[in-house]
């Protein structure tokens, strides 16, 4: 019990420091907006293929940008764990009569709320660009989640590199560039199948892509007319593999992330 109310604690000294810069929270909902009217109305004619000047392609996006949204907010886990160990905050948690794995959950339950905050903002944006859920509400419920569970995965893999980090320029630097082939070498943006070579074979067993592609199916936003559809098992289990995948990164990650934050604090 007391691991969690320091979690809680935790949880709400960071969301304190996002009410006090609200350009954190600025920053990640402009630039998701921001790609969905680029990739909506300025490059969709040209990389959507069929169907892309229409809601189809529109709605085939959303999703897409959902998971690139939730996965770059990682980016803030990076940045708040090496800002913290820059300004000395980790050396007074430790000298604190508090869980030391207290400070990891804090940091990510708090990017999570972020992350559904966004999602709202992304959610309103999407509806008035012509997306619409065409499943039902439970259904669309477990997209969210699935989505939700993508990015607390995320966090854990942005807090082991936040306290890797050796500086806020170092953090700002790693926290975004491994995000790049992960996002785009996907069905993101494109049908994985359309994807040469070695490429689509990444994009298949990539798990953003199954955490797309089961947030799709779940919102009933199947591929525009002429697009090729996903195949093998991945795709068509995509729902299970994307929990799977997520279950494995938290389960890797969340054990990396504690020792690591236990050796910086015993310093």
Not at 132 to 158: K, N, T
Not at 182 to 210: H, K, M, R, Y
Request: hydrophobic fraction near 50%.
């Amino acid at each position: 019990m007391k691991g969690l109310s320091d979690s809680g604690v935790i949880t709400w000294r960071n969301l304190m420091n996002v009410r006090r810069n609200p350009e954190w929270l600025l920053g990640a909902t402009a630039f998701p907006i921001m790609f969905v009217l680029m990739f909506a109305y300025v490059f969709g004619g040209a990389i959507g293929g069929p169907g892309s000047d229409s809601s189809e392609y529109r709605e085939f996006l959303i999703a897409g940008i959902f998971a690139q949204t939730v996965a770059f907010n990682s980016s803030y886990t990076v940045i708040g764990f090496a800002s913290d160990l820059q300004k000395g905050i980790i050396d007074r948690f430790r000298s604190l009569p508090m869980s030391r794995f207290a400070v990891i959950v804090g940091r990510t339950t708090a990017d999570q709320v972020l992350s559904l905050v966004v999602l709202v903002v992304m959610s309103v944006c999407g509806l008035l660009i012509g997306w619409r859920i065409r499943g039902s509400v439970l259904d669309a419920v477990l997209g969210y989640l699935v989505i939700l569970m993508f990015a607390f995965a995320m966090s854990w893999i942005g807090a082991y590199i936040g306290l890797l980090a050796k500086s806020v320029e170092v953090a700002n630097s790693a926290g975004l560039i491994w995000m790049f082939p992960l996002t785009f070498v996907s069905s993101a943006f494109v049908p994985q199948e359309s994807l040469p070579g070695v490429l689509g074979t990444i994009a298949d067993w990539n798990p953003f892509t199954a955490a797309v592609n089961a947030t799709r199916d779940l919102f009933g936003n199947p591929p525009p007319s002429g697009y090729p559809e996903p195949s093998g098992w991945a795709a068509d289990n995509a729902a299970l593999y994307a929990v799977v995948s997520c279950v494995v990164i938290i389960a890797i990650f969340a054990p990396l992330a504690t020792a690591r934050y236990r050796k910086v604090a015993s310093k």
